[in-house]
């Protein structure tokens, strides 16, 4: 009996340090919003003229109803000095059309195409993008994803952030309004749980990086073995920040969001990119076996049970309680990320964030059954530590 309850004991206690945990996160991510995102630099460090040179590296692969919009927003740049590298890996792929259309649209603009990619390990990505970085004239690389769109001042404002002791700068990935549910599903995801979790990490000095678009210092990519070290990973921005991050180099996040645009999406493809995500994070990161009580209902549970036992409360009516703050602190924060009105309802929202809640043991369970991914026209089977071997269907 002693052992019982020195059990209750010590659930009551994780509990009481969980709500005290989840609910600091909340307060830095909504803080950080309200205060640093969508605003303007102060002042430009150095002036504007004198910006450092950019090559921006685009991997390309098939096309989407959005690919040559989002694409063309980067030959619209307002920025003094950037090279646009696009890096199609098959001579076949549609998106080789797409480029040359806007490559003789802007025949003005420093862009070259790169058809063939080269083969220097299994992450398609970097195979792809090899020839264009190899092929770079300019100190600053900034390699950002196909469905990425970006303002005339996205460049300037991520520059700005590269100081002197910067070695990466990154955005904070987020969504464009489009129509439907499951278009607001990705809005909800990527307005609430997601910054949650990669605001607070970045806010306490965890590294915290997704490759969607970041801008990083070639010389020190170079120092751990160029970009070549990193294509015998699957998420190799996770390990190139790492590198980065290891020579001493501090992280900057940039004012502006990462806004995803693709013109495809359901949400059978939004519950399959979360469950590769949620493969390569438990593969990398032994720790996020627990990332489970991070999540609204989950957490709720436990920490109502341990108010239960610690104050006698009613379990039922804190659970509902908590779930209501929680759900009101979500949108409090995903207003913040918009950085205006959403384009969506209060009632759409309700059951977007509802439905999303209710995936997270669904999409985590899943990720656990399976160790191999597919991704773009691979698949991959991950090993502990981030590695992965490349499959071939039979």
């Not at 952030?161 to 969504?175: A, S, W």
């Not at 996040?253 to 013109?263: D, E, K």
Request: glycine content about 6%.
């Amino acid at each position: 009996m002693a052992l019982l309850e020195l059990a209750l004991l010590g659930f009551s206690v994780f509990g009481l340090g969980l709500f005290c945990v989840l609910w600091l996160m909340h307060l830095m991510s909504i803080l950080y919003v309200r205060l640093y995102m969508h605003r303007r630099p102060l002042e430009e460090k150095p002036p504007f003229s004198k910006m450092a040179a950019v090559s921006l590296l685009k991997p390309l692969k098939g096309t989407e109803p959005n690919l040559i919009s989002n694409l063309e927003t980067f030959f619209t740049l307002e920025y003094p000095k950037y090279e646009i590298l696009l890096c199609v890996q098959d001579h076949d792929d549609p998106a080789v059309e797409v480029c040359k259309k806007l490559l003789g649209k802007y025949p003005n603009k420093d862009a070259r195409l790169f058809v063939g990619g080269k083969k220097v390990g299994i992450n398609p990505k970097i195979n792809n993008l090899m020839p264009a970085y190899e092929g770079a004239k300019y100190e600053l690389v900034w390699i950002c994803d196909s469905g990425i769109r970006v303002k005339p001042d996205t460049l300037t404002d991520m520059a700005a952030h590269m100081t002197e002791k910067v070695g990466l700068v990154h955005g904070l990935p987020y969504v464009a309004d489009r129509p439907g549910f499951a278009a607001t599903l990705e809005q909800v995801y990527f307005g609430t749980s997601h910054p949650r979790s990669y605001i607070s990490a970045n806010v306490t000095g965890i590294k915290c990086v997704t490759g969607m678009s970041c801008l990083m210092r070639r010389a020190v990519l170079e120092q751990a073995g160029g970009l070549a070290a990193f294509a015998q990973y699957i998420a190799e921005d996770y390990f190139m920040a790492k590198a980065i991050a290891d020579r001493g180099w501090r992280f900057s996040m940039a004012t502006q969001v990462a806004l995803q645009n693709s013109g495809s999406y359901s949400i059978v493809q939004f519950q399959s990119r979360m469950i590769r995500w949620a493969k390569l994070r438990i593969n990398m990161l032994p720790g996020t076996i627990l990332e489970p009580v991070s999540e609204c209902f989950v957490a709720s549970l436990i920490i109502s049970w341990a108010a239960y036992h610690a104050f006698r409360w009613d379990v039922m009516v804190f659970f509902l309680c908590h779930c209501l703050a929680w759900f009101i602190a979500d949108y409090v924060q995903l207003t913040g990320v918009q950085g205006g009105a959403l384009p969506f309802s209060k009632l759409d929202f309700a059951v977007a964030w509802f439905v999303r809640e209710s995936l997270t043991l669904r999409i985590f369970v899943s990720a656990l059954c399976d160790p191999t991914i597919r991704w773009r026209s691979g698949r991959y089977r991950l090993r502990c530590g981030g590695t992965a071997d490349e499959l071939l269907d039979v």
